[in-house]
């Protein structure tokens, strides 16, 4: 196959500025420039989940040769995290990172593309979104927000959390003050706990001075960066809250019609890119942050007593069922959700777990 | 941030053929078509492990808006499969996708950079390779070969196999004839059995007319394509021989040099595109095809008895050990790999086991 290509281009343009809206229609101008904003929901250039999108950007300058270049804005430089969405949505900005969850107060359904208790880990929820029929459900739910949404990296499975009340049984949950957001905070509560929510930056002092008992954050990397271990006396595990978190990019509908289908598909590329690029990130630095944590700091590690598992197991499946019942969409989302996690459960059972349990 | 850009370009170009090795520096021609050979060592669009590259050549072509055409060649329609690595190190083609571990011939370090017997699975690959060194070591082992490799898929945890045979004890390995090729092999081998080399297209006769007892083959989606349920009586799990083997994309180092930067990134961004993306794909066939299996063919699922696999798992360290021993740039690759591995199977026993462990 040959291809024969002859090109008679005479170009004289001033492309100046960071107006991409005015794109004639969807060919290629090898000339144009677009500037894009994105806006993060993370502190600028947080370990892994703040330098992914600062990837993604560098990514798509350099494989567009600067003709798309993306600014990215840490969360309160351009917007609040929290605002994150609604930027994006209402066209201040092109483009977002996140994650979808903290947008549940919207939209329901938005919990299942992100991460819900007991639910699917990294590996399945990549499945899920790209081959299982999640990515078109989310594309859906964000379409009334003139929004398209992209999977752009995880955390895998979280760690339950810093305590400083030891968990001997489900008897030691009542009251206890641990923060906790979103359909974790849910479960915990019906569990017998008072869930708090507090922001990143208010969870070191609050542990410290006694206001909580316990708290989540991400994994052994941040949690390490965060100096939790400082503050808790008991570090547990599994994470049942978040056992794969999807991390998003989200871009502005008429921002994204506006691009020529080649920046589009960089773009695309790029978060892929990402989405396998976090992972292994924090694959590498959780390990030896936990070894640090261990062997350098004296931390312990607990593992929860299994009937507190299985009733936070128990609760979470009421309660991942009622928020299945809140609209139609949702309705839909949790059926697929639920019906590839049950198959993926069931071959993982043969597959990633049976060699897990195997290799030591 | 803004940036003014005046372009004054005039091209008046016919760009014919398939040659690349002509540009004159690494600047970007927008006008300059590359045209690519990409040998494969996959029958032609075999699932997912052969139409991966072909997503790569598409993502590339549509990314570069033509600029950079790679056309795919099935295994024996350029070369035959096990010489891909030849023709992209001779430049005969300029880029190929297969698995390291089939130029073990070439270069002992090569196994460590697809898969081993009990080493890491797919989310642990990735995270070596892209943060732990293991990329660098990759890149170092194929330079004299005049080779760039790049991660380009992964299938997660392979099945044991099909067996005729039941497997109860760590006898019934004895004279066992099973196709297995590689350290898998050579580790059947020490523990009792006797390993048989087959290319794909043999195995269902050999085990339809017991010229073999059992065959390893990829997992319930591959398996169930190639009809093996139909000349076997049981499905073995779990896959110790190849927890996680990653797929390679090679690329002859002349033509990379010969590309300008912002193709170079395309090229990179589309292997990563497809690193994520098989790993997605296999996870959503696998479970589906693992229920067909089960439910419409009635397939007797068996999991290999604990001493069979403790006996697997001390041959396999031998193995490893040995192979680490061969020459000097091994035994670096063996140590970055099994100290890594170490330190992931610690994490990931509080984290992705412990967690799979919890959720039923």
């Not at 500037?35 to 560098?58: F, S, Y």
């Not at 991460?115 to 999640?134: C, D, K």
């Not at 017998?192 to 052994?220: K, M, S, Y």
Request: include cysteine; charged fraction near 20%.
């Amino acid at each position: 196959m040959r291809v024969c290509v002859a090109l008679l281009v005479v170009l004289a343009l001033g492309a100046c500025g960071r107006e991409s809206a005015t794109a004639p229609d969807a060919t290629v101008l090898p000339d144009k420039v677009y500037q894009w904003k994105l806006v993060t929901t993370w502190p600028k250039n947080l370990p892994a989940l703040g330098t992914a999108p600062e990837r993604l950007a560098k990514e798509v300058e350099l494989m567009s040769n600067g003709r798309l270049k993306i600014r990215v804005f840490g969360a309160g430089e351009l917007v609040p995290a929290m605002e994150v969405f609604d930027a994006v949505s209402q066209g201040n900005a092109e483009m977002g990172h996140g994650a979808a969850y903290y947008w549940r107060g919207k939209l329901a359904s938005a919990e299942f593309f992100a991460t819900v208790p007991f639910g699917m880990n990294a590996q399945e929820m990549n499945g899920w979104l790209h081959y299982g029929g999640g990515l078109e459900l989310w594309q859906e739910a964000y379409a009334p927000f003139n929004l398209i949404p992209l999977a752009a990296g995880n955390s895998g499975v979280q760690m339950a959390g810093w305590f400083n009340k030891e968990i001997n049984s489900l008897e030691d949950l009542k009251g206890l003050k641990m923060r906790i957001p979103g359909l974790g905070g849910e479960v915990l509560k019906r569990a017998g706990g008072e869930p708090v929510t507090l922001p990143g930056g208010e969870i070191f002092t609050a542990l410290q001075t006694g206001v909580i008992d316990a708290t989540e954050w991400v994994g052994p990397y941040n949690d390490l960066a965060l100096g939790l271990h400082t503050v808790a006396k008991y570090y547990y595990y599994p994470g049942w809250h978040e056992p794969g978190p999807t991390l998003e990019a989200i871009i502005n509908k008429d921002a994204w019609e506006s691009l020529p289908p080649d920046l589009q598909a960089m773009v695309k590329a790029a978060a892929r890119t990402v989405n396998d690029d976090m992972l292994a990130e924090f694959t590498v630095r959780n390990a030896s942050a936990l070894k640090t944590l261990i062997y350098d700091h004296g931390v312990q590690v607990r593992r929860l007593p299994d009937d507190v598992i299985e009733r936070l197991r128990e609760v979470s499946a009421e309660v991942l069922a009622e928020t299945g019942k809140v609209d139609p969409l949702t309705t839909r989302v949790y059926e697929s959700y639920t019906a590839f996690a049950k198959s993926a459960r069931e071959y993982h059972a043969l597959s990633e777990q049976a060699y897990l349990e195997i290799r030591d």
